[in-house]
Each structure stands twice: as C-alpha cells, then as structure tokens.
C-alpha cells in the first residue's frame, strides 16, 4: 500500500510523496491504480477543478482527511461524473464534490463498476441520478455512509442489484415530480436506515404524486419529508413522514399515485421540526426544490417527533456527525443532541454585607480545608479568623460585634 498525496502546491512530476505531492487528482489516480490497496490523499483545501477521473487498473481510495476540505468542481470543464471507474470496489472518503452533469461516480464502464463505497462526502448541483449497486450481479455491494447528497435534475438514487446500504445520510432531489431513492421491487436487498430523505416528487404539470422513497425494500428509523407520496417499500418500520400527500404507501410497482396503507410499527406523521430550512418541494413544476446544505441544517429541534422514536439496528452507534446514539435514538441522520446548559451569572444575597476582603479569607480558608460557621446575622466575627479589629478589642477572649 502506497499513499500519494495531492495538493495545490504541488506539481505532476513530482513523486506524490508527502513533502513531494502531485498538483491534480487525476495524476494521482493514475499512478495510485497500478498498485494493489493504494491510496490518494488530498492534503489541502483548494479548489480543483477536474472530473471524469478514470480509475483503471485497480481499486483505489481516495479521500481528505483531517482538517481539509477541498473541493472538487466540475463546472469549468463541463464534467459529467467526479470518476470514472473501469473497476469495482473503490472507496471515496470525505470528498466535496458539485457542479458535475450526471452524478459522481459514472457506473456504465466495466464488469462491475457500479460497485463502490461513499463515507463522509458532501455532492450537491448534481444532474443525477447516480447509480449504486451492481446490475444482475447479486454478489457485489455498494455503500452511502455519513453523506449529504443532493441532486437537481432527477433522482438522487437509483438502485441496482446487490446488497446496497444508506446509512446516516441526508438524501435529496430538487426535482420535481421525481423520487429521491428510486428502485425497483426485483431489488430485494436495498436497505435505508437512519437517513434524513427530502424530496419534491408531487409533479403539478401531471397532477400526480410520486414516491419519495420508492420500491425500496428495507427502510428504517428515516425521515421522509417533502412533497409527493412518502414510503413504498417492503419492510416499512420506525419512520416519520411529512408529505403533502399520503405518507405511507402499499409495496407495489407503482411509482406514482399508490394505495395508502396504514401506518407500520414505529411508524409516525409530523414536522421533523429541522433546525433550519423550510419544508421542501415547490407549487411550481419549473421551479427546483430548496434543499440546499450551504444554508440549511438538518439537525432536530426541541419537540422533534423523531427524538428517541427510533430503534437500534445493527452495528449503528453514532450518527452523520460522530455523536453517539441514545438509547432509543433518533430517527433520521441527526441523532437530538441537547445545547450545554445556560449558566446564570452570580448574584449577592440580600441582607448580607460581606466586602471583597472577607470574601477573599474565606476563599483562602477554603482552600486550606479550614472549617468554620457563620451565623445569618453576619455581625458575629469569630477571632479564629484573625480579623483585626480596633486596637482596644485586640485582647477580647470573646467573639467582637463587625460594623462590615
């Protein structure tokens, strides 16, 4: 294993060690995908403006880590994916990746290229939709992990065979009249759990009410909020839904307009009550949704209907942002974490007169493990304190009256 690192100081000729790396992702990919278990690590947060990456010979990892942030932006040479790749199995890790016409990773080259895991990334002014999951190869698998993905002009997934997980994610189409997470019931292995899903899937140009989830096979402990028709899935448990028109849908075919069925276990309808952002969808079919993770945060509030509504499944013990998950947790990709308390500043308490040097003695006494008691007329002073008092009173045996 190789790492090659990446940085805007950088230059292709060089070796891509880490005091030596190379300018471009795609000159890191190139070398990084001759090797077996390499990686490329970008090491600074620029801009780069690359896209349709070919990943060749081998799987790779390609990633930012620590305090970095770049950003990979496809606009300027009206890129289609962030990658290309001719293989399966790579990993893409902590990635911001926009601006790209189709998707991120470009799924139609290879044997089984569909096949690919995203863990931390940021995709938004996506064309869509993005592919994920190997068709007619049950045997591969595919993973969304910890992501925040947007798409605007179509769905933000579609769904192939294999075993392909989303796990606390925030999913999003702006388009509308489209599904957010669309599949297909021959798919039987699709699972969602702990994701937040907004989509705008009421189509008013046709009148019709798409799934925002649809025909996907297991979902559990998401938030389904837009507008459209909510769930039509298999294996339907601890969900909230808040759409516009039926929440949940019978398993069928039917991508649009299905029969409402009632509500499963752990199944509920309310505002997700988000920390910022309006509801999402649009009256207007010509205008895009507003789900836009620059201004809008999707934490819950106080008063959350998916605060400890969920349940525990598999292995999953912290959400998007690393916090630990309560016990029951919350649905949707935000586990409810409450703000540090509000300390109150100190006050005095009436009636007493003490100045800032007695208040310094008993301090320092404190301090020394020195114990001693007061009466609630503070009038009293004992000698053990050593107070002095007026020369005439400094050889009382007895306890002298304090004007402080």
């Known amino acids: 294993m190789t790492v090659y690192y990446v940085s805007k100081a950088g230059n292709d000729s060089n070796d891509g060690t880490f005091g030596s790396p190379k300018l471009t992702i795609a000159n890191a990919c190139g070398v990084a995908d001759g090797g077996t278990d390499n990686i490329v690590e970008i090491i600074d947060s620029g801009v780069y403006s690359e896209g349709d990456i070919d990943i060749l010979g081998n799987p790779i990892t390609v990633r930012a880590t620590g305090s970095n942030k770049p950003i990979m932006d496809g606009d300027s040479s009206n890129n289609d994916y962030a990658f290309v790749p001719y293989i399966s199995g790579s990993v893409f890790m902590g990635l911001h990746m926009r601006n790209y016409d189709d998707g991120l990773i470009n799924t139609s080259y290879g044997i089984s290229p569909e096949c690919y895991i995203l863990s931390g990334c940021i995709g938004h002014f996506l064309g869509g939709p993005q592919q994920i999951g190997d068709n007619g190869n049950p045997a591969r698998h595919a993973e969304v992990h910890d992501c925040l993905i947007v798409s605007d002009g179509n769905a ?103 029969t409402p069925r009632a509500a499963n276990t752990g199944e509920i309808t309310g505002n997700p009550l988000f920390q910022s952002g ?109 107070i002095p008092g007026a020369p005439s009173l400094r050889r009382r045996k007895t306890p002298y009256s304090s004007s402080i």
Not at 187 to 192: E, H, L, S, W, Y
Not at 282 to 308: E, H, M, R, Y
Not at 350 to 376: H, I, M, N
Request: with cysteine; aromatic share 12%.
């Open 156 to 258: 933000a997934f579609t769904c192939q065979d294999g075993k392909v997980w989303f796990n606390n994610s925030v999913i999003a189409s702006n388009k509308p009249g489209y599904a957010v997470i669309d599949s297909a019931q021959s798919k039987v292995n699709i699972t969602a759990s702990f994701c937040t899903i907004i989509g705008s899937s009421h189509n008013n140009s046709s009148g019709q009410y798409g799934n925002i989830v649809n025909q996907v096979y297991k979902i559990i402990n998401c938030i389904v909020s837009g507008s459209g028709d909510g769930i039509n899935a298999y294996d339907s448990t601890y969900n909230l839904v808040h759409v516009s028109g039926d929440p949940f849908i019978q398993w069928s075919s039917d991508s649009h307009d299905g």
């Open 278 to 386: 309006s509801d999402p969808g649009t009256v207007d079919p010509v205008v895009l949704g507003n789900v836009d993770f620059d201004t809008q945060w999707f934490k819950l509030t106080t008063g959350s209907p998916a605060i400890a509504a969920g349940t525990s499944y598999g292995s999953v013990t912290a959400d998007i942002s690393g916090s630990e998950r309560s016990t029951p947790p919350s649905m949707g990709a935000y586990e409810f974490v409450t703000s540090d308390p509000d300390w109150s500043s100190h006050f005095e308490t009436p009636g007493r007169r003490y100045d800032a040097a007695l208040t310094d003695r008993r301090y320092e006494k404190s301090l020394g493990e020195y114990e001693y008691r007061y009466s609630d007329s503070n009038r009293q002073i004992p000698f053990q304190l050593n």
